[in-house]
């Protein structure tokens, strides 16, 4: 499998899916989330309404809209509360959960934002060890995943652990 960091909006990826940090309503949010509700159109909050929510560490499926990308594959990551709670497992979860359901529709390439480190509050460096960790050691059909990054410091910390080889 092939990865790479990427400065960029994860709704302009053509990918064959893009992965939306989603909170448990799926029903838009700010950030990421709320940028690819818009970018996607009306059509996908109906959808998203159909699939009933999702609970953390889960991640569901909707087809792209007005996206370049075909799917969109919403993982539900934790809220930082100090660590101790079980977030780095519930992130974790999220990263494996969205690769499977990349494999149940036949992606091939995935695009992630930096799940939980916007307004969820997960620190940066821990989140992206988590992020490049579990994606390296997930079994996947997935051929190439990009990790989308909205500003230089996310990008930094992502190109510092693809060539550190965490």
């Not at 009306?42 to 889960?58: K, S």
Request: a negative charge; glycine letters at 12%.
């Amino acid at each position: 499998m092939k990865l790479e960091a990427v400065l960029g909006d994860i709704t302009q990826e053509h990918v064959d899916a893009i992965v939306n940090a989603a909170n448990s309503s799926l029903l838009g949010g700010g950030g990421v989330d709320g940028a690819i509700h818009r970018a996607a159109g009306p059509g996908l909050v109906e959808a998203c309404r159909a699939l009933g929510g999702c609970p953390e560490g889960d991640a569901k499926v909707t087809a792209g809209f007005d996206l370049p990308a075909r799917w969109i594959i919403h993982a539900v990551g934790p809220r930082w509360l100090g660590g101790r709670s079980g977030e780095p497992e519930t992130l974790a979860a999220c990263y494996r959960n969205s690769l499977a359901r990349a494999d149940e529709v036949g992606a091939t390439t995935v695009s992630f934002p930096a799940i939980s480190t916007g307004i969820f509050g997960y620190p940066l460096e821990q989140a992206t060890d988590i992020a490049v960790a579990t994606v390296r050691s997930t079994p996947t059909s997935v051929e190439n995943v990009r990790f989308v990054c909205f500003d230089r410091t996310t990008l930094e910390a992502y190109e510092a652990r693809l060539t550190a080889g965490t």
